[in-house]
């Protein structure tokens, strides 16, 4: 399915879209679809519990994406060391170009309250399924073997750049 060709005829305002439809066109994207918690998010979500760490990608949406002007907008969000982190690339709502590109937001102003918790609902469905998840093995490489990657795949591993993002979209 041709997720672009889509999204003008089927992406509706909020408060009609749907988490679990929303996960299923982000699903089509390899690199969306990659994304999965790792041994350290997973405990961060056992002890937190889910909704204190929502509470977290409330502060995090508001204080890092909502602007109209995000700082550093496109590199706000780390690729690891919080589930919201993960999970915000995993459903696009790292940045605002990828809220722009999935959810139909324009960038250049801030989010609206409601737009804030869709999102949070998206992230929260996103969670929930991989709690359910176990093979979390391979999410994440030892904190060791990390250290010895040559510092691009490092790079690529700890901070986030959108844009390179988008090339694995596809
Ligand atoms: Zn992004």
Same mark, same amino acid.
């Given at each position: 399915?041709?997720?672009?060709?889509?999204?003008?005829?089927?992406?509706?305002?909020?408060?009609? &879209?749907?988490p679990? +439809?929303?996960?299923? &066109?982000? %699903? =089509?994207?390899? @690199?969306?679809?990659?994304? #999965?918690?790792?041994?350290? =998010?997973?405990?961060?979500? $056992?002890?937190?519990?889910?909704?204190?760490? !929502?509470?977290?990608?409330?502060?995090?949406?508001? +204080?890092?994406?909502?602007?109209?002007?995000?700082?550093?907008?496109?590199? +706000?969000?780390?690729?690891?060391? #919080?589930?919201? @982190?993960?999970? $915000?690339?995993?459903?696009?709502?790292?940045?605002?170009?990828?809220?722009?590109? &999935?959810?139909?937001?324009?960038?250049?102003?801030?989010?609206?309250? !409601?737009?804030?918790?869709? !999102?949070?609902?998206?992230?929260r469905h996103w969670?929930e399924?991989?709690?359910?998840?176990?093979?979390?093995?391979?999410?994440?490489?030892?904190?060791?073997?990390?250290?010895?990657?040559?510092? %691009?795949? $490092? $790079?690529?591993? @700890? +901070?986030?750049?959108? =844009?390179?993002?988008?090339?694995? =979209?596809?």
């Amino acid at each position: 399915m041709n997720r672009s060709s889509e999204k003008s005829s089927t992406l509706v305002s909020p408060p009609c &879209w749907d988490p679990d +439809q929303q996960l299923r &066109w982000l %699903s =089509e994207s390899r @690199f969306r679809s990659r994304q #999965h918690l790792g041994i350290a =998010e997973r405990k961060i979500l $056992q002890r937190l519990g889910l909704e204190k760490v !929502l509470e977290h990608g409330r502060v995090f949406l508001t +204080q890092r994406v909502a602007p109209a002007r995000p700082a550093n907008d496109g590199r +706000q969000t780390p690729m690891r060391k #919080h589930p919201i @982190f993960v999970a $915000q690339h995993a459903t696009a709502t790292c940045c605002r170009g990828c809220i722009a590109r &999935w959810y139909n937001i324009p960038t250049g102003r801030e989010l609206t309250a !409601l737009e804030i918790d869709t !999102l949070l609902t998206v992230i929260r469905h996103w969670l929930e399924r991989e709690m359910e998840r176990s093979d979390c093995k391979k999410a994440e490489p030892s904190p060791t073997a990390a250290k010895r990657r040559p510092r %691009s795949v $490092q $790079q690529t591993l @700890f +901070q986030t750049d959108c =844009e390179t993002a988008k090339k694995h =979209e596809g």
